[in-house]
């Protein structure tokens, strides 16, 4: 198993540019998540998924948009990237809340640039 | 959005000593989870823990659930280099406030010198 995978790995980006940040799971897991990281500032939720089909926003959401159209994929969209969006993203995954299983993988990271 | 407070924030160790961190929440928690993310990388999952007073090992690392079901504590016996990296806990609120997502904390640095 790869777990989860993030495309691309790096990206630079001009401002008022667009790009899309892919994620993968072969875990079968149902829930998905897209965080940012910054310098001082932990982890931040962006927008998750808990399942195909479904979206919801995190406690960042402005500037991005995302897609589950397949339950192994989440895709995180800039339609025009600031520079305040320089950040590293990462993708997570987790099964059902349910007990003795609830856990939560990440992804490698995108490390974006906007200038 | 709610955050965990861990500490300390970083600290220097020599190689051989031994390692304390805590992680606190001013709610209750169902799920406990500790996390290492070296340089450049994604956090790697090292221990989950589920139950008010649970301890649980992996290797060198031992970490707990605290009674209150507010804290949890994570210990590294024995340093090595390789223990070098920010440890993130995070948890899943409980009780009447059963949490959607996992808030976490804002690290803890660890260096280990030789």
């Known amino acids: ?115 | 959005g709610q955050q965990l407070n861990q500490s300390p924030q970083s600290m220097f160790i020599q190689e051989g000593e031994d390692v304390s961190m805590n992680c606190t929440s001013s709610s209750i928690f169902n799920t406990w989870l500790w996390y290492k993310q070296d340089p450049g990388e994604g956090p790697v999952l090292l221990i989950a823990l589920y139950k008010a007073g649970e301890l649980t090992s992996n290797g060198r690392l031992t970490a707990q659930f605290g009674i209150t079901r507010k804290d949890s504590f994570l210990n590294i016996s024995a340093s090595i280099p390789s223990d070098v990296g920010i440890y993130f806990c995070a948890g899943r609120e409980g009780g009447d406030n059963y949490g959607q997502n996992f808030v976490f904390g804002p690290g803890t640095r660890l260096s280990v010198l030789p």
């Not at chain 1, 991005?64 to 995180?76: A, E, I, P, T, W």
């Not at chain 1, 800039?78 to 809340?97: G, K």
């Open chain 1, 1 to 115: 198993n790869a777990g989860v995978t993030q495309t691309p790995k790096f990206r630079v980006l001009k401002t008022g540019q667009s790009m899309t940040l892919l994620c993968a799971q072969d875990m079968n897991h149902e829930y998905m998540y897209w965080y940012r990281q910054d310098p001082g500032m932990g982890l931040r939720l962006i927008h998750y998924s808990v399942g195909e089909g479904t979206t919801a926003k995190g406690e960042v959401p402005d500037g991005y948009n995302v897609s589950r159209l397949k339950k192994q994929n989440f895709l995180l969209g800039l339609e025009s990237a600031a520079p305040s969006q320089t950040s590293v993203y990462f993708c997570a995954s987790s099964p059902d809340p349910g007990f003795f299983t609830d856990t939560q993988y990440f992804g490698p990271g995108t490390r974006l640039t906007v200038l």
